[in-house]
């Protein structure tokens, strides 16, 4: 085998590599995110990485930078959210040391903020992704992500309510 040909071969094996790379990342973060492991979900970004959320209806755009912040916004959601993450597999155009790609999902959740209030939540949508190889390693740099809807279902138990106040009459 000529060293050209070697040479293309180590060329596809490095992307190839990559590709699976990036899919493991993709499946640990939705696996950090559903069982509420924030170091580990903060741990798929770079130390700078951005968990960027696109406004949604009347809600602003939100934007959490740094692991700490990141780490703090994961257990923040995780307190009122337990849900899965059903992902797509990523349109990935790499780049050496750099990576983009379209990833679609779809997310089920339950809340139970009290006895009286309780529910749950879908989202579906993408999120557009920069990754970045840090000291051999894939990880995200930014992730925006775009709702393209959503429902909730909320549930209020009433009875339970009223008898609770009838008790303290």
């Known amino acids: 085998m000529s060293e050209t040909a070697i040479a293309a071969l180590q060329q596809r094996l490095d992307l190839a590599e990559a590709r699976l790379e990036i899919m493991d990342l993709e499946a640990e973060y939705a696996r950090a995110w559903d069982?509420?492991?924030a170091a580990g979900w903060a741990a798929v970004f770079t130390e700078d990485g951005v968990f960027d959320l696109a406004a949604v209806g009347q809600g602003p755009r939100l934007v959490h930078s740094g692991r700490e912040e990141l780490h703090a916004f994961c257990t923040q959601v995780d307190a009122f959210y337990k849900g899965?993450?059903?992902m797509h597999l990523p349109r990935l155009q790499i780049d050496g040391g750099t990576a983009q790609a379209r990833v679609h999902f779809q997310w089920h959740g339950l809340f139970n903020a009290s006895a009286q209030y309780f529910g749950q939540r879908t989202v579906l949508g993408y999120y557009d992704v920069r990754y970045q190889r840090v000291q051999g390693r894939w990880l995200m740099k930014h992730r925006l992500e775009k709702a393209v809807s959503g429902v909730t279902t909320e549930h209020y138990d009433?009875?339970?309510?009223a008898s609770l106040t009838q008790g303290q009459s």
Do not use: E, R
Request: charged share 10%; hydrophobic share 40%.
């Open 158 to 161: 009433v009875y339970q309510s």
């Open 35 to 37: 069982a509420g492991d």
């Open 84 to 86: 899965l993450h059903f």
